[in-house]
């Protein structure tokens, strides 16, 4: 190079298009001839040069965030179109797997200096956790915040041992039991077991109402006039997700993601778990398929199912005596994305958002429904597809066999740990991940936009589209904008009013902020 650089210089000495000037002392004239012509030359060249920069510059393929939004999959179809091949290319790698940025935004926790522990020492509340274990966890983070606004002593929360699995497990099975008594003492007194002296006093039996406020459980506390003991049936959705003082919000977050630590056993092993996985490529996807015979047979979906299967659960519907809606159109359902996607459907959504067949899935879920005849649709694009059962030894799962509720906290585990989780239904495991995903750093959580897909899957199915390029480019846009990027929490539905509106607020254990992450030095 440096050869190159020294004949380029002899050349233009020997080419100057200007000799006379150089070859003989120069008059004035002469000079400023010379200034000007280097002057009309240099601009000339910088013109040209801004010219050429200007159109070689790419355009942005789409507007701003709220115009993508509302644009349908045929306007994506057509702009596609006039693309250059070039412009199709897969989406580069780091940009599958790189969390957001989430703009200096940590978790905070601490308390205000305001914040005063609960001294109710001789007022009690029992209570029995309802659900699968997200359920049951993000209750009991409700019910350690109820105690303190009502000054009471916390027993450990009996679980929900009728429930689908039918799971037997205790509190100490699944948690930390001592943890999760030492860690909040500051907050709420907690015990193991109601005093003797009060097992056999009446109680009172109290269903709180659901997404209750302060003043709620202010006027809740009457009852410890009559009883010294409350017993709360259901724990889950006993707080509102709003409009709550910032150290009771505050108090639920150390509560879940500092308090609710499982036990030794199961992180034990989850640890192991996410080792094995991380041997097997480094990096990898959780997939929370909800493909399991409950879920779709609660939702009714029998998109992809064999008559046989779909007459099982629909029998299964009409004999579950708390599942309210019995007849259920499958179509409109899948219609209004309010299906679980399809094994095939996943597999078919995560090949179009650029992930190689190589990628290593990881299946965190129980049952697969149809089991092999199903999920041969996604591991045919995938086969690094793998579960509980490919990593660990059966002598590892040998302890949380017929123990749902523990199996689910080793999928939580490896959810957590994932470079990138997919939920393929925004269930209550979904929403809490991605909520504790969120205070962890807002790591990449991608939510499939059912509704939408559903019409482009039809249109391949009827041949309106074909898998290729131009399909992964509109669902690529589609989901700009559904991978976990730092927002604060979604309020109520529009045009809803009463009591109804707290139904459709964005759950807080699904996106703690700005109340548990902040910009703040506070330490977690």
Request: some cysteine.
């Amino acid at each position: 190079m440096v050869n190159s650089l020294r004949h380029s210089h002899s050349y233009m000495k020997s080419s100057s298009p200007f000799p006379r000037f150089l070859s003989r002392k120069p008059s004035p004239s002469a000079i400023s001839l010379y200034m000007i012509l280097l002057f009309a030359f240099s601009l000339f060249i910088f013109i040209f040069s801004s010219r050429h920069i200007s159109d070689n510059e790419p355009k942005p393929l789409l507007s701003q965030q709220s115009h993508a939004q509302t644009r349908s999959e045929s306007e994506f179809e057509y702009e596609f179109k006039s693309l250059s091949q070039s412009q199709s290319e897969q989406m580069p790698n780091e940009q599958l797997w790189v969390t957001s940025i989430n703009h200096g935004l940590r978790p905070c926790v601490n308390p205000t200096p305001k914040y005063k522990a609960a001294q109710g020492w001789d007022r009690y509340i029992t209570v029995r956790s309802n659900g699968g274990l997200n359920q049951m966890r993000t209750g009991i983070s409700d019910m350690v915040a109820v105690a303190h606004i009502m000054n009471a002593t916390l027993v450990i929360p009996q679980l929900d041992k009728r429930s689908f699995w039918q799971d037997s497990s205790t509190f100490s099975d699944i948690f930390n039991e001592l943890h999760f008594i030492s860690s909040l003492q500051n907050d709420v007194r907690i015990v193991k077991e109601l005093p003797k002296e009060l097992e056999y006093l009446p109680r009172a039996r109290k269903h709180f109402g659901s997404w209750s406020g302060m003043g709620y459980y202010e006027e809740m506390t009457r009852l410890w006039k009559e009883f010294q003991v409350i017993h709360v049936p259901k724990s889950d959705s006993r707080l509102a997700n709003n409009d709550l003082p910032l150290d009771i919000q505050r108090l639920r977050c150390r509560a879940l993601y500092h308090a609710l630590r499982f036990s030794p056993s199961i992180e034990s092993l989850g640890k192991k778990l996410v080792e094995r996985l991380r041997s097997r490529g480094g990096r990898y996807i959780a997939l929370h398929l909800r493909y399991e015979k409950d879920m779709l047979s609660f939702t009714g979906c029998t998109y992809g199912l064999t008559e046989t299967e779909s007459e099982e659960l629909r029998v299964m519907r009409e004999n579950t005596n708390h599942w309210k809606v019995k007849k259920i159109n499958s179509t409109e359902q899948r219609e209004g994305g309010l299906c679980p996607l399809t094994p095939k459907e996943v597999g078919v959504f995560l090949q179009a958002l650029g992930y190689s067949p190589s990628t290593v899935i990881y299946i965190a879920a129980g049952e697969i429904y149809g089991c092999e005849s199903h999920l041969l649709e996604l591991t045919s694009r995938f086969p690094n597809t793998v579960f509980k059962e490919t990593l660990a030894t059966p002598e590892e799962l040998k302890a949380f066999a017929k123990h749902a509720s523990q199996t689910a906290a080793l999928d939580y585990i490896i959810s957590i740990e994932s470079d990138v989780f997919v939920p393929s239904y925004s269930g209550n495991m979904a929403r809490t991940v991605e909520g504790h995903r969120r205070f962890l750093g807002h790591r990449k959580t991608i939510h499939p936009d059912r509704k939408g897909l559903v019409k482009l899957y039809d249109k391949l199915e009827n041949g309106q589209l074909k898998e290729g390029s131009s399909f992964s480019y509109i669902v690529q846009e589609m989901h700009k904008n559904r991978q976990g990027a730092p927002r604060k929490r979604k309020g109520p539905l529009p045009g809803i009013k009463g009591r109804a509106r707290f139904r459709t607020e964005e759950s807080f254990y699904e996106n703690p902020y700005p109340e548990c992450i902040c910009r703040s030095k506070g330490a977690v």
